[in-house]
């Protein structure tokens, strides 16, 4: 295994599966993923060395001192799973601007080392959904050996779509590896893309949990999901607000000018 992995632990799993998190659209991934490792017993098993992967750009500086340089952390942790098959869970808390490649492969090692039989992903799909409608939620798969285990969760079917970084490129790399590989897609409103999406999440961690066999209490992300609902409904009537004060004009503006040329008319006449 390459030396940019540091595995700190040696567990025994039992035919675990893999769910790999970075930030995206909606946040929707590392929203499960965070949530997750807060309601699960997850332990550490390793990280990635974060120095070859990403290049800081500057210091804090605290009370005129300053701080060594920090990075963002790649850590792997794990749980066994009473109910079913063992899980390890990888949360990147950033994406490399390059050497993304690279990542994928050193992620999908520590899934090798430890016989990991699925990668796990989880991303965005923006459509024209609105925020008032419960989000369905999509599902792709890295070969057609998979995809008869997304029909049993009645996922919609995406003809064609783009997954963007990590969170994409993960199994694209897990398929020229031939190693089995799922993404879970849950829809976001093309108008709230760049907020956290916690509806999506929910709607995605449910049909998660149904495949991994997870037993999770999922009333502290039903809440997150009520909260987001009213504030990106206060967002969407903001905009249109706006959309309203730039690109229509009130009625008595309208009345006034029809007025003043109707004068200038009249006096044209006389």
Known sequence: MSDLVKITARPKLRSPNLLAAWPGIGNVAMIIATYLRAKLPFKDLGYLEPSYFFDPIGVLVRDNLVEAPS??????????????????????????????????????????????????????????????????????????????????????????????????????????????????LGEV?????????????????????????????????????????????QVAAQAMEEYIDNFTEPIWESSEQYEEEEGEEDEGNN
């Not at 999770?216 to 990106?232: F, G, N």
Request: contains cysteine; glycine residues 6%.
């Open 71 to 184: 990075f963002p952390v790649s850590q792997f942790y794990y749980w066994k799973n009473d109910a079913g098959k063992d899980l390890i869970l990888f949360i990147g808390e950033d994406q490399p601007t390059a050497k993304a490649y690279e990542l994928a492969n050193c992620v999908l090692d520590v899934g090798n080392r430890f016989g990991v039989e699925r990668i796990y992903t989880c991303a965005a799909a923006m459509t024209r959904i609105h925020h008032t409608e419960p989000p369905k939620v999509w599902g792709v798969a890295t070969g057609h050996l998979v995809t008869p285990d997304l029909k049993k969760y009645n996922l919609e079917h995406a003809s064609s779509l783009q997954i963007a970084g990590l969170n994409g490129l993960l199994l694209g790399v897990a398929k020229e590896r031939d190693i089995d590989g799922v993404c879970l």
């Open 189 to 233: 409103p093309m108008y709230a893309s760049r907020m956290p999406n916690p509806m999506a999440a929910l709607a995605v961690l449910k049909v998660l949990a149904a495949m991994l066999e997870m037993k999770i209490d999922l009333a502290e992300m039903a809440r997150m999901a009520v909260e987001a609902a009213e504030r990106i409904k």
